[in-house]
Structures are given as C-alpha cells and as structure tokens.
C-alpha cells in the first residue's frame, strides 16, 4: 500500500541459540499511530530498537518509504527514536538537548528564529519553565517529555512555527517511541499521547512501544500484539485488542466497561487468585 513508510520482513534475533524475535513482516503507515503491545519479554523494545538501526537483526530487510535503510544516507532527516532512558556524558540544559535534533540538518541555535521554535515545541509538552535547566536536575518523568520534544524537534521543518498544524522536513517522517509514558503521571501520559495523536494526524508514521493497554487502545489507530518474541495479531486496533485475545496473552482475565463520553470500552482486570479476598474486603 502506498501510505506504508516503514516496513520490515523476515526480522529475527537469536541470542544463547534461542529465537527471541521472528517478525515474519511489520508495516506502519503515514498518518496512523501504531502502538506495540504485549507482555513482559515479548519483544517490543526489542522490535523497536531494531527498527531505529540500535540493534542489528539476524536476519530480514527494513525499508524506508519502500527503499532499503542500509541504501538511504538520510534516514536521520526522516526518522526520530525516542528511547526508554538516555544518559548524557555532558550536563546540557533542555533547550540545548532539543536542540540537538537539528544536527543532522546543519542548524545551529545561532540560525534566527531558533530557539523560538525549541521554546514553542516545550510549551506544547509543557515544559516552557525550564527550558534553563540541566537535564539532570529533572524528574524522569521530565526527562522523558524533553527526549520526545527533541526526537518532534528532528522532524518538524525549519518554518513551522507550533501553533498550525504540524509541518515536516520529510515527506514520510516517522517517529519511533519506547515506552514513552512510562515514567508520567496520568495526566501528562494522556498529554503526551495527544500531542502524538496530533503529528500522525499531520501525517507523521508514530510506532510507540505501550504497555498501558487501555492508553493503547483510545490512542492507537493500530496495535501490533507479541507473545515471546512473535506476532499474536496486527491491525486496527480494536480489531487486536479484544478481551478474549488478551486474557489468552496475558494469562489474565479481562473484562471491559462502557464510560459515559467514551468512545471504546476499558479494560479492566482482577489480580489472578485475588477474587475472594476483594469480595470479602
């Protein structure tokens, strides 16, 4: 199909001669927000990595916009990775590590009309106020926000001013996250995945590592489900995350409840052997 950007096949890993990832294909699409699910060990920041070129498969192909990543010399100007953690040897503010997403471009915070840009990108993730602090001095949960709005920063184009829809130095942008609501609160994770919702929308390809299913589910427009290492079921995401299919990967009864105002249903589960001691309380 000609909105996929990314795709891969026949990606395996092996380590201590086990295969721990056999990923026969994989697509995400321009415009779509797809978000990889499973349990612990199943292969998601290990499909992820290998996606962004931070780990080597054992086999199979990556394709950017239908083109080999191995034969592109410009992957950096069309693709972002946002990690679960990043250390940095140096102490920089977080103006200067959003800054380093323009690198690969050749702007400098020097260029006019620069650092307006990183503070306007800050103030859409909510860190507008500490734009002069050393990134050490965060909390996780910062730290992770300022790592998304760098890896935003790498993507949009030099005239976009944050205010109108998004603009992209590519025309197949992606962005690959690793679990980047792991470390936020309840609000600032719905914030964050909104402000992603709103890129795909302007025709950014999103792939996010998510372990928060319902998150996955009311954010999404696509899932892809793995169970040690391997696919279970890839698609719409209410299509993918069924309750009877995740009570099977997960070994764990789900249910799911209507809201008022919601769109699709909650998932909800009981804590296995836990029924009578709820009950009783």
Do not use: W
Not at 20 to 25: A, E, Q
Not at 44 to 69: C, E, F
Not at 150 to 160: E, M, N, S, T, V
Not at 191 to 199: D, F, I, K, P, T
């Amino acid at each position: 199909m000609s909105d996929i950007v990314l795709s891969a096949e026949g990606l395996t890993m092996v380590r201590g001669g086990r295969c721990i990832l056999d990923i026969p294909s994989f697509a995400a699409r321009k415009g779509r927000l797809t978000a990889l699910v499973g349990p612990n060990g199943a292969g998601k920041s290990t499909l992820l990595r290998i996606l962004a070129q931070v780990l080597p498969p054992d086999a199979g192909t990556l394709r950017l916009s239908g083109v080999d990543i191995r034969d592109s010399a410009r992957v950096a100007l069309t693709r972002a990775y946002m990690a679960q953690s990043t250390s940095l040897s140096v102490a920089l503010t977080v103006e200067e590590v959003v800054a380093l997403g323009r690198l690969p471009h050749g702007e400098s915070p020097q260029q006019p009309g620069f650092r307006q840009r990183v503070q306007a990108l800050l103030d859409q993730l909510e860190l507008g106020n500490l734009a002069g602090r050393l990134l050490p001095t965060l909390s996780g949960g910062e730290q992770q926000r300022v790592q998304l709005a760098r890896a935003l920063f790498q993507l949009c184009a030099a005239d976009f001013d944050h205010e109108s829809a998004p603009v992209f130095t590519s025309a197949t942008p992606v962005l690959l996250c690793d679990e980047p609501t792991s470390a936020l609160d309840v609000r600032h994770q719905h914030s964050v995945l909104g402000v992603l919702r709103r890129y795909a929308a302007s025709g950014l390809c999103v792939v996010v590592v998510v372990h928060d299913l319902n998150l996955a589910r009311h954010y999404a427009d696509d899932a892809l489900l793995l169970a040690e290492g391997r696919p279970v079921a890839a698609g719409a995401v209410a299509d993918v995350l069924t309750r009877t299919r995740l009570s099977d990967v997960y070994g764990t009864p789900f249910q799911e409840v209507a809201l008022p105002g919601t769109a699709r249903p909650f998932f909800i589960t009981e804590p296995v052997g836990a029924g009578e001691s709820l009950q009783e309380a």
